[in-house]
């Protein structure tokens, strides 16, 4: 082939014979090269001439630049330069190709993924087109998935969060405007907070994905919390109480439901095979299954809020916010800070003692909203909140919603908010205000009855001293008896001088090494091997099924000999007092083993003063703690082992299934401050959905007469439908009493229609 073919206008041809023969053709790639570098000084001073060969010119380069790496050394950077300092003045489509034609240089590796990044996150705050957006977006994210796919890219990772960070740090000078009042209309179009907006939204899309889960994570969306502009505050709270709006503009295609009722008439109208049959079953299980885990995964970011760098200053930053800006900000968005700042307070156990003041003005059952933020109060109390903060607002609660001049729905809700509160700290609670709310019990309203029987078995439990003696109960008054009274606030229980069921360890382990005979030198050796693979340790026992094989306690009871002789010897000694012996051995062994374990119970282990326990030394404590406890279960325990048992085996299942902790117990709904009410009357759309419910599943309502019992599914006609007709509805019909009132003319008239279409229709 003659090199005359290859002109400019043939740029596609040359790249084809570059990437054959890259040495033969690189005079033809320099001249390229050349007339590029005079193209692109001519396009910064005038981006309009030349746009379409500047474009056909960078992708071009850009399609061998791995054939020619140290002549288009500069060309990355030239084409970031040329987007972050004149993206203002570039068309379109001239913005579109350099940004894929850069990505295009980080997916042949000529570029790495900070230089990309570097690039494209400015980009995200500049561009106004939605589908340019949503490219960068969607690069973004499958970078630093991909590179975050075997294992952690922790180099990307701290370049990609300091710049993040920045991009959020950036706006933080800024005067908060809020979302209401004079000052947001007066503010100007300066700061809008894209930047942070951007920021906040791609690492909660990387954490909601499972690339991010660290801390650092959560310090840059913690950030967002306190940023001047409003939206970026409400995006950053909504993050850390579970309730993310952006999931549903999520571009992953893995999380696009197909439309089943399309794929339905498809069915209906193509050719019906069996295949088709299980293909469209399978596809609405696939539905289903996605649909509920939807729904499943509204629920708070408990791991986002125990990652929290110093909660309890954040917590105080989020109060300071709240109270200064209190004039600022709508009464929606003060309650999502009342929620995060309630929750942070509840697991983290904080005290901050100002929000109990400022939450007092909004304690009126005429308030809107009241249910949520009856909820942030209760949730934001625990059991080291000091009781004097807390008499007053309940104080508060019962004069607002109590009282016979508000409905049974008010008071029912103000009982269960004074439950929930004395149920974190019973000390907050008044003996002489006990006494009258509980009072309510005898209310014909069922909510307020069950919020006062709530509120009184509450106090049977934890502080029966503060009921009148008939309201104690049975049990309650049997405990006072004994002498059993709780302890003040700022009074724990005996202190802890032993880790429970550490004797069963210590045992455990005295028995294994009299087994192997080992020396004691050789813990060390044991312990980091404990150390190095305890997750493989503490579950090498159990298998597929669940079932976990354990060490029998008459393994050291067995003796098994080699030789028959001795076994003959022995049966000759032992002779006819044989079953005599047998017998007492069995009774010394029982006696035995009630005395081993009454002593356990009350021994005290010396191995965590000894020895570092490992995580596999934790993981056979609880085995062996379940294990002591089905035996004594077997053995004829009462209730009380079984609830031990039952609350062990349940303790075991959730530290397997999840890390969250305890934290989740802290929080509550605001259906649990209604409580128990008359149902709503629905509305239109919850009436849609419910007769879309019960039509799911059965086939379409209609009259199987007319159309399944024929060869061509169809509706009755008229004249089925009139032949059924009941004969007291035909006499009152228009037509016969038509007849009877005809006039002569008009019967003359019928007959001879009649008669002529008679002779039609023989002939």
């Not at 156990?349 to 942030?376: D, E, N, S, W």
């Not at 004069?399 to 269960?416: K, R």
């Not at 849609?688 to 599943?697: L, M, Q, V, Y």
Request: hydrophobic share 35%.
């Amino acid at each position: 082939m003659g090199r005359g073919v290859l002109l400019t206008s043939n740029l596609p041809q040359l790249q084809n014979l570059i990437k054959r023969d890259p040495a033969a053709y690189k005079e033809e790639f320099l001249q390229q090269w050349n007339h590029y570098n005079s193209i692109r000084q001519i396009f910064q001073i005038n981006p309009d001439e030349n746009a379409q060969h500047f474009r056909e010119l960078v992708s071009f380069i850009a399609q061998v630049s791995q054939c020619y790496p140290k002549e288009t050394a500069d060309f990355p950077s030239q084409i970031s330069s040329l987007l972050l300092e004149s993206y203002g003045t570039l068309s379109p489509d001239t913005r579109r190709s350099l940004v894929q034609n850069l990505v295009m240089l980080r997916n042949k590796d000529v570029i790495t993924s900070i230089t990309l990044l570097q690039t494209l996150f400015p980009l995200l705050p500049k561009t106004t087109s939605s589908a340019l957006r949503a490219f960068i977006r969607k690069t973004i994210l499958s970078d630093i998935r991909t590179a975050n796919l075997r294992t952690k890219n922790h180099k990307l990772n701290r370049a990609v969060q300091a710049m993040l960070f920045g991009m959020v740090e950036r706006g933080m000078d800024a005067e908060v405007v809020g979302d209401k009042g004079k000052l947001k209309a007066t503010a100007g179009p300066g700061n809008n907070g894209e930047e942070a907006m951007w920021a906040v939204v791609l690492t909660k899309e990387l954490w909601r994905k499972g690339i991010w889960n660290d801390a650092k994570t959560v310090s840059i969306i913690a950030l967002g919390c306190f940023h001047p502009v409003t939206k970026v505050q409400s995006a950053s709270l909504h993050f850390f109480l579970g309730s993310d709006e952006e999931k549903e503009d999520s571009d992953d295609e893995e999380e696009d439901l197909p439309d089943v009722k399309a794929l339905q008439h498809r069915r209906e109208v193509n050719k019906k095979t069996r295949s088709g049959e299980k293909k469209l079953q399978k596809l609405q299980k696939a539905v289903k299954s996605k649909k509920k885990k939807r729904a499943e995964n509204t629920t708070a970011n408990f791991p986002a809020i125990q990652l929290l760098n110093d909660p309890q200053t954040f917590g105080e930053k989020l109060y300071d916010m709240l109270n200064k800006y209190d004039k600022r900000f709508s009464l929606d968005h003060k309650i999502l800070v009342m929620q995060l700042l309630s929750r942070v307070m509840g697991g983290h156990k904080l005290c901050v003692l100002g929000f109990y003041t400022y939450i007092m003005k909004y304690l009126t059952y005429h308030q809107l909203r009241i249910p949520a933020i009856l909820v942030a109060l209760a949730q934001s109390v625990h059991d080291f909140t000091p009781p004097d903060a807390l008499t007053p607002v309940v104080r508060k609660l019962a004069q607002e919603f109590v009282h016979p001049g508000v409905g049974s729905e008010v008071i029912a809700a103000g009982i269960n908010a004074i439950r929930e509160v004395c149920r974190r700290q019973p000390w907050s609670m008044e003996e002489d205000l006990l006494g009258d709310l509980i009072e309510y019990r005898k209310s014909r309203d069922k909510a307020v009855t069950a919020a006062a029987r709530g509120l009184l078995q509450l106090f049977r439990e934890v502080n029966p001293g503060m009921l009148k003696r008939r309201e104690r109960g049975k049990e309650a008054a049997m405990g006072m008896a004994k002498g059993s009274q709780p302890l003040p606030f700022g009074h724990s229980a005996q202190a802890a001088v032993d880790i429970e069921g550490l004797v069963l360890l210590e045992d455990h382990l005295k028995k294994l090494r009299e087994e192997d005979g080992a020396a004691s030198g050789a813990e060390d050796e044991d312990d980091e091997a404990a150390w190095e693979g305890w997750d493989v340790e503490s579950d090498s026992d159990e298998s597929s099924d669940g079932w976990i094989s354990v060490a029998s306690d008459s393994d050291n009871d067995l003796e098994i000999s080699d030789s028959e002789d001795e076994d003959d010897k022995r049966k000759k000694k032992k002779g006819k007092g044989k079953a005599a012996e047998e017998e007492d051995s069995d009774e010394e062994k029982e006696a035995e083993k009630e005395e081993t374990a009454a002593e356990a119970a009350q021994r005290i282990s010396s191995l965590a003063t000894t020895k570092i326990l490992t995580p596999a030394d934790f993981a056979l404590l609880n085995d062996l703690r379940i294990k002591a406890a089905s035996e004594a279960v077997e053995r004829g325990g009462g209730s009380g082992t079984k609830r031990k048992l039952a609350a062990l085996e349940s303790q075991r299942k959730t530290l397997l299934a999840s890390g969250d902790g305890t934290i989740a117990d802290t929080f509550i709904s605001e259906d649990d401050i209604l409580g128990p009410r008359k149902k709503a009357k629905a509305d239109y759309a919850e009436r849609i959905a419910s007769i879309e419910k019960g039509r799911e599943g059965r086939e379409k309502y209609g009259s199987l007469k007319g159309k399944k019992n024929k060869a061509a599914p169809s509706s009755s006609t008229n004249r089925e439908k009139a032949r059924n007709k009941p004969i007291m509805m035909i006499l009152a019909s228009g037509a016969v009493k038509g007849k009877k009132k005809a006039s002569l003319r008009q019967k003359q008239q019928k007959l001879r229609a009649h008669i002529d279409r008679a002779k039609k229709a023989h002939h």
